[in-house]
């Protein structure tokens, strides 16, 4: 059984890696935790949902189908929610409460047009089941662990080769300092939300179809998982949010294995307060940024 | 600083003494109108559902059930009925005070609802202490109708319905060992968890492990794995339908072939669609069997499709039946505005044929009730003989 | 006039109250430019501490909601020790996680009975209406009925406690500890380097928002005859937010007027009911956007008492320039 849950972990880790890659991007580049994030995840699953049940199109085209959405809604929430903070002198909490209001705003605004009914993805992309040796794996899975895990690669070597990758890296550094080496901060700024927003509605889609259930509330637990790996893996830090993520699903399934399944939810948090009394800046944070002061 | 203190004072003393003139000034503090009458002499009910929000699937199928049952009322003369409907949005607050409005400034004559126990903890005593009727067609935690003698419900507590499932399963598969799972964070599923902890223990059965998950949870991977691997004979699980189906799926796709038992929260339509050809051999034990062999369980499927345009559940089919108790009551009572002469009409309510059945309330406002036991055979719920 | 005494009416008034009390709390904490999230945890803390209290031990309702209180501040430190010495991020995470964990406790508890909650607690008005039988106005007075006079005596009991709450706002921000939060919601690193202890203030004002939102919790808990998990939500941790960020989050008169405005608007708008989490959500983002401060903040107090005490010169000079915050 042990290698089997360790397989359900991974898998499950792999999703909130996905989620948390959005929090971690949007947080380097903007220095603001997008509380919307989850919801943008949310509508990502239903847009994806939605393609294929009505327009009967393959699932790599409603994952695409859903990023461009997610990406649209991102720029959406920069221009509307975002950007007019940034003229004026607000706290730095003015963001967190406006993202905080958006993400209820699409939460209603999905129960209201998509109904509170779970629905869920046909029968075609589940039920294959591979067995290797007593471990048995099933399409979804596969799918899914090669998904994430390619995204996250991708991501990593975009980041790092890509003049793109490289000015958003520098602009999450310092940017003012971007901005006077003539790199166009605001469109960075932009694209780091479309492409975060993107990545949370891709994930949305591959979670849909995992556990076969879409319904309007799952961006709210799935967006606390997020932030928890955010923490976990240390603001800002691509590479933490990808390894805290396994880590926290791991961490969530072997209580479940070997503890008790009624915890799992507080295991997220827990873990988090646990780790600001230690290492606040997260597993792979540097002592000199966000964490102390 | 001084003139700052002196300014509060001032403003904090004004505003007590407005407010205590105000009291006494008062005048009488009787009800204006008649309660529960409106033009035309029809009844008013008040009814408070789960209408918006996550969990509003339950009150809309109690809205739908109780309006066909309305208008089928009324369309027959004898009684007329009028139902208000308040959203609780199954927030305790949102409950008390749509329970207060309906009360206070609509004067109604009795109110269905709420829909959650928690929502009935608190919205009941302030219906009791006013002398209102006031039904619940889905609160089925312990002890709601000691609340207060206005208290009733024809939601089949799951005390009378799981232990016949039990011991039926028990004989049926010859049981030893099960593995129980229940969603803990809902007060109908942490009920029928007691329930069937007792049952199981009645029945001399071994518990191999408990696990718990909550409402709106997808994963349940870890759960049935370790399930899986302490071979038990059944799973017994308390659930609503949309994680019990999601539960359904993920054990028969990990290989799990043992019974399942299930709670009330089973019996739904919705179980069969969303779980498909997972859901085939899941025991249900039920006071509503929608393909019994009844002309007023036919008719009402058949009207409840045709007008909703889907097949009615256990949720629709108990406010049905409880629109229907109401009415019987209000005849019988013979007035459509003392609330106590209907208090003590609904009391006496014996030998109703609904379509969850025979019903009676108890000497505790409790419904008396049949149960069977169900089994998903080809897609359908039939009896499990 | 018996319109106004209706219950219905009465009820909500009761629920404004409370409200206030919540929003207050939020408000203490955030005079540092601290986000706490979890009110509505520490509100849980409190409901049950004083429930349990009340319904097992049998403690007069006096001692219980005090000790209430104190045990939401215990648990505040669990959070608010590690975290002051952060960022303010952190704090708003930890302290949303930490509503979701207490949440799950609350859940698997045997003692809070976890997701059939705590019922028959005893309410409030029905121990004042016991006492005014004793003393032998069991059948009402003035025409009033004896449940009314109860509620009405509850609102007179709980208007008090928030006027305590303002009055001691008020004088604990024209104090040193009051100038001390002022100069760490201004900016931190310059009030640290001036020799300001910001995290021990920082952690005071945690402390604080949890000790009122705990008694708050213990009210309520004696309104409404019963508590349980669900009444203790993210959803409701928004709305408590909501009061502050709406009414005004400078000054303490903003909570009031948010709590007022936000808990007679549902029942105004009860025909738009599915839609008020929009609305909220809207309001939040719009607010930021256009009045951060809020609705009242100290320009508007300055204007409005200008005029009412005549006095041009009126505004206080001693108070240090503040940013418009969020």
Redesign the interface.
């Known amino acids: 059984m042990f290698l089997q849950q360790v397989v359900n972990g991974l898998t499950l880790g792999s999703t909130y890696a996905v989620i948390a890659l959005g929090y971690t991007l949007i947080f380097g580049v903007l220095n603001i935790v997008n509380m919307a994030h989850g919801e943008i995840f949310m509508i990502g699953a239903f847009v994806g949902l939605m393609l294929v049940t009505k327009f009967n199109v393959s699932i790599f085209v409603a994952l695409a189908g859903a990023m461009v959405v997610g990406a649209a809604l991102g720029y959406l929430l920069e221009r509307v929610a975002l950007r007019p903070l940034r003229r004026r002198e607000v706290s730095h909490l003015a963001p967190l409460i406006s993202t905080i209001g958006v993400s209820i705003f699409l939460e209603s605004l999905a129960l209201k047009i998509f109904g509170p009914q779970a629905q869920s993805f046909p029968p075609l992309y589940s039920g294959q089941l591979f067995e290797i040796g007593t471990l048995k794996i099933s399409l979804i899975q596969i799918i899914i662990l090669a998904i994430s895990f390619g995204l996250m690669l991708a991501l990593r070597f975009w980041l790092d080769k890509t003049k793109l990758g490289k000015s958003i890296r520098a602009t999450a550094e310092n940017i003012e300092t971007a901005g006077l080496l003539g790199i166009d901060t605001r469109k960075v700024i932009v694209l780091t939300v479309m492409l975060a927003s993107g990545l949370g509605a891709v994930a949305g889609v591959l979670v849909g179809l995992a556990f076969n259930a879409v319904e309007p509330t799952m961006g709210i637990s799935m967006g606390f998982k997020g932030l928890a790996v955010l923490i976990l893996g240390g603001l800002g830090n691509v590479t933490g949010a990808m390894i805290g993520g396994l880590i926290l699903g791991i961490a969530e399934v072997f209580s479940v294995a070997y503890g008790s399944s009624s915890y799992r939810e507080a295991v997220a948090f827990g873990l988090i307060i646990f780790l600001l009394f230690l290492r606040p800046q997260g597993l792979f944070g540097s002592q000199t940024s966000q964490g102390g002061r | ?1 001084i ?3 002196n ?2 004072r001032k403003w ?1 003393v004004t ?2 003494a407005i ?1 205590f003139t ?9 009800q ?1 109108a008649a309660p529960g009458n409106s033009a035309g002499g029809a009844a008013k009910i008040g009814v408070v559902s789960f ?7 339950y009150g809309e199928a109690i809205r739908q059930g109780l309006e066909l049952a309305r208008d089928e009322i009324n369309a027959k003369g004898k009684t007329k009925l009028e139902l208000i409907f ?2 609780s ?6 409950a ?2 749509a329970t ?2 309906l ?3 609509d004067n109604v004559l009795a109110i269905i609802g709420p829909t ?3 929502e009935m ?2 919205a009941g ?1 302030i219906a009791s ?2 002398g209102v009727s006031i039904m619940g067609t889905s609160t089925t ?3 709601i109708t000691d ?1 207060g003698d206005y208290v009733f419900r024809n939601s089949l507590p799951e005390s009378l319905a799981l232990p016949n499932v039990v011991k039926k399963a028990k004989d049926k598969f010859s049981l030893k060992k099960v593995a129980v799972m229940y969603s ?4 109908f ?3 029928g968890f007691k329930t069937f902890e007792q049952a199981i223990k009645d029945n001399g059965l071994e518990t191999v492990t408990v ?4 409402d ?1 949870d ?2 349940f ?3 049935l ?2 399930i ?2 302490l071979k038990p004979d059944a799973i017994i699980i308390s659930a609503l339908y ?1 994680e019990a189906a ?1 539960i359904l ?1 993920k054990a028969r ?3 799990i072939t043992i019974p399942i038992i299930g709670n009330n929260g089973f019996n739904s339509p ?1 179980l069969i669609k ?1 779980a ?1 050809s997972a859901s085939e051999g899941a025991v249900v034990a039920s006071p509503w069997f929608p393909g019994k062999d009844d002309a007023k369980v036919k008719n009402f499927v058949a009207a409840f499709k045709a007008k909703y345009n889907k097949e009615p559940d256990q949720f629709s089919a108990q406010a049905y039946d409880a629109m229907y108790i109401m009415a019987d009551a209000i005849e019988k009572a013979g007035t459509t505005t003392d609330r106590k002469k209907l208090r003590d009409s609904l009391a006496t309510v014996k030998d109703f044929q609904g379509v969850t059945g025979k019903f009676a309330f108890d000497a505790k406002r409790n419904p008396a009730m049949d149960v069977t036991i169900l089994v998903v055979k080809d897609g359908k719920f039939t009896e499990l003989k | 006039m018996e319109d106004l005494l209706n219950p219905y009416y009465l009820q909500i008034v009761m629920f404004m109250m409370i409200n206030a009390m919540l929003g207050i709390s939020i408000y203490l904490t955030l005079s540092t430019g601290q986000l706490s999230l979890g009110n509505a945890g520490f509100m849980s803390v409190g409901a049950y501490t004083s429930a349990l209290l009340t319904l097992k031990v049998g403690l007069p309702l006096v001692l219980a909601i005090p000790v209430g209180g104190i045990a939401a501040c215990l648990i505040a430190a669990v959070i608010g020790i590690p975290t002051t010495r952060l960022q303010g991020i952190y704090l708003a995470i930890a302290t949303l996680g930490f509503g979701e964990v207490v949440r799950v406790i609350i859940l698997n508890m045997k003692i809070t009975n976890g997701a059939l909650g705590l019922s028959g607690i005893p309410s409030l008005s029905t121990l004042i209406g016991n006492r005014l039988s004793a003393m032998g106005l069991g059948q009402g007075a003035m025409g009033l009925t004896l449940q009314q006079i109860s509620n009405i005596t509850v609102i007179i009991l709980l208007a008090c406690i928030v006027v305590f709450l303002v009055f001691f706002s008020l004088r604990l921000r024209s104090s040193r500890i009051g100038r001390a939060f002022a100069a760490i919601k201004a900016d931190e690193h310059a009030a640290e380097v001036s020799g300001v202890n910001t995290v021990y203030y920082k952690l005071m004002a945690f402390f604080l928002g949890a000790f009122v939102a705990g008694i708050a919790g213990g009210l309520a808990a004696h309104l409404t005859f019963y508590i349980g998990p669900k009444d203790f939500s993210y959803h409701r941790a928004v709305e408590i937010l909501l009061f502050a960020v709406f009414g005004g989050s400078n000054v303490v008169w903003g909570p009031l007027l948010g709590s007022v405005i936000l808990t007679s608007l549902p029942e105004i708008l009860r025909s738009v009911a599915e839609y008020r989490e929009m609305i909220y959500g809207a309001i939040l983002v719009i607010m930021m956007i256009f009045r951060p401060q809020g609705l009242i903040s100290e320009d508007t107090i300055r204007f409005w008492r200008s005029k009412l005490t005549g006095s041009s010169a009126q505004a206080e000079k001693s108070e240090p320039a503040r940013r418009p915050a969020g």
Do not use: R, W
């Not at chain 2, 105000?22 to 009787?30: Q, T």
């Not at chain 2, 949005?89 to 949102?94: A, H, L």
């Not at chain 2, 696990?211 to 909550?214: K, L």
């Open positions: 600083m003139k700052m203190k300014a509060i904090t505003t007590l407010m105000v009291a006494v000034a008062g005048c009488g503090g009787s204006s209408l918006s929000g996550g969990g509003a699937a308040e959203d949005k199954g927030e305790k607050n949102e008390i005070n207060n409005k009360i206070h400034k959650l126990s928690g903890f608190a005593p202490q006013a935690a312990e002890g609340i803990n964070n809902n007060d599923t942490v009920s696990e718990t998950f909550a709106k997808t994963d991977s870890a759960q794995t370790k899986a691997a949309q999601l799926k796709e990990i290989g919705q969303l498909g």
